[in-house]
């Protein structure tokens, strides 16, 4: 029995040993891997996609140093593991957002080019013609303002600004699609029935 009890002593002093090994020096190792996963997760652009993530893994990143500068080594590496894992899971939930946006943003430019393609059509058309000139005016001017903002989502969405695309687009599209209400959505001609 004793030589049990001794054994359990001597695993005692050898964990806490360990232990106040451990946390008797900075957690450098951590931090510097704290500080990769948040410089890959601002690469992925966690910053724009998964914000409140990424940002808590920056001010983990910050506690961290703090803790290093007090001293109190453990609570730097509770942080710098914190952060770590923060940047990490930024990093996966950004990559499936942009992902997200990308096709978002995709078919928004398409549905505002398709919807200018359509209110320029129509404003050629007879039945244009039949509509008051205040609706013709202003479906003029809303298929002329939606060039420029057009145009620009399609470069934002070259350059991977999903969310920009979305921005840009949202007010056009609107006007676009209450133009092509004022000119008649249903005012194509309708096929003669036979009789």
């Known amino acids: 029995m004793r030589a049990g009890r001794r054994w ?9 040993s360990c232990l106040s090994g451990a946390c008797g020096s900075p957690p450098d190792k951590e931090i510097e891997e704290a500080e990769e996963a948040i410089d890959a997760a601002r690469a992925a652009s966690a910053d724009t996609y998964s914000k409140t993530e990424f940002t808590a893994s920056t001010e983990a990143l910050k506690n961290a140093h703090a803790a290093v500068n007090d001293r109190d080594y453990r609570q730097a590496l ?35 080019a398709l919807a200018l393609v359509d209110l320029r059509t129509r404003l050629k058309s007879p039945q244009a013609a039949r509509k008051p000139s205040k609706t013709v005016a ?58």
Request: glycine letters at 6%; a positive charge.
């Open 8 to 16: 359990r002593f001597v695993s005692a002093v050898i964990v806490a």
């Open 78 to 112: 509770n942080y710098a593991l914190d952060a770590r894992e923060r940047a990490q899971t930024a990093a996966r939930e950004a990559a499936e957002r942009k992902a997200t946006a990308k096709v978002d943003a995709d078919r928004a430019l398409r549905n505002a």
């Open 138 to 195: 202003a479906a003029r001017k809303a298929a002329a303002d939606a060039e420029g903002p057009v145009q620009e989502a399609r470069t934002a969405f070259d350059r991977g600004e999903y969310l920009r695309v979305m921005e840009l687009l949202a007010a056009p599209s609107a006007r676009l699609r209450e133009s092509i209400r004022g000119l008649g959505e249903g005012d194509a001609p309708q096929p003669r029935r036979g009789r």
